[in-house]
């Protein structure tokens, strides 16, 4: 898999949007862009993941440019529960070789 | 259903003994992962199963470490004999297979491993 770089710690205001950059200059055009959050003492959650088009659910946004070598996560209205370490992760979906391999991701801290 | 469920949530025991943790994926999952946590190192990937073979097994430490999936709702991660550097929280994860989308891993809550 693609190795992936976050910046190690980011600060957002409560309500502000909080827009979580990711590299990932050598991502195969059959990898996914996957981000993952874990709040402190839990086990990671899935927030929303992508090929090429941009995607939205409830949780996130997530933008990723047209060469596919940079992502970002906006999280548009964050609150003091988004406080968490991000990960961003480029995988291989098909056949049964599709490890998920966390990097260090970004610590996010949402503050009054 | 109630998501992937480790069992013990938290244990502490002494070099040398025999530690087994449990795990029992999310019905219908057919990928099952075993991940350590440390501060040092992060997450890190230890063995993953598909259809409980497996997979890849690149990332299990020592041979002291070892892992099995006998049926599709039950995996166990055994280390024998345990050392202080062992230490660490182990998570369990589960996903369906792969489609041309791609689906996410759920994650248990961990078991906060002690070896002192």
């Known amino acids: 898999d693609a190795k992936t770089t976050q910046p190690p710690s980011m600060d957002c205001a409560e309500g502000r949007a909080a827009n979580l950059p990711c590299n990932h200059s050598?991502?195969?055009?059959?990898?996914?862009v996957y981000w993952y959050r874990q709040i402190h003492s839990q086990g990671p959650q899935y927030i929303i993941h992508?090929?090429?088009n941009n995607e939205t659910n409830e949780m996130a946004s997530l933008i990723i440019t047209e060469d596919r070598k940079s992502s970002t996560l906006i999280l548009p209205h964050a609150t003091l529960r988004d406080t968490a370490v991000y990960y961003c992760?480029?995988?291989?979906?098909?056949?049964?070789?599709?490890?998920?391999?966390f990097g260090t991701g970004t610590r996010l801290q949402v503050t009054l | 259903d109630a998501g992937v469920i480790q069992s013990p949530r938290h244990e502490v025991t002494e070099m040398g003994q025999e530690v087994t943790l449990r795990c029992k994926p999310i019905?219908?999952?057919?990928?099952l992962f075993w991940y350590r946590q440390t501060m040092m190192r992060g997450l890190e990937l230890l063995i993953y199963?598909?259809?409980?073979?497996?997979?890849?097994d690149s990332g299990m430490p020592e041979d002291r470490f070892s892992a099995k999936m006998p049926n599709a709702s039950f995996s166990t991660l055994k280390i024998q004999p345990s050392e202080p550097r062992d230490s660490a929280v182990y998570f369990c994860?589960?996903?369906?297979?792969?489609?041309?989308?791609?689906?996410?891993?759920?994650f248990g809550q961990g078991t906060r491993l002690t070896v002192v």
């Open positions: 992508g090929l090429k």
């Open positions: 199963f598909n259809n409980n073979v497996p997979i890849d």
């Open positions: 994860a589960s996903s369906f297979s792969f489609s041309l989308r791609g689906t996410e891993a759920f």
């Open positions: 019905s219908g999952h057919d990928y």
């Open positions: 050598t991502i195969s055009g059959n990898e996914y």
């Open positions: 992760i480029v995988r291989v979906v098909t056949g049964t070789a599709s490890k998920l391999t």
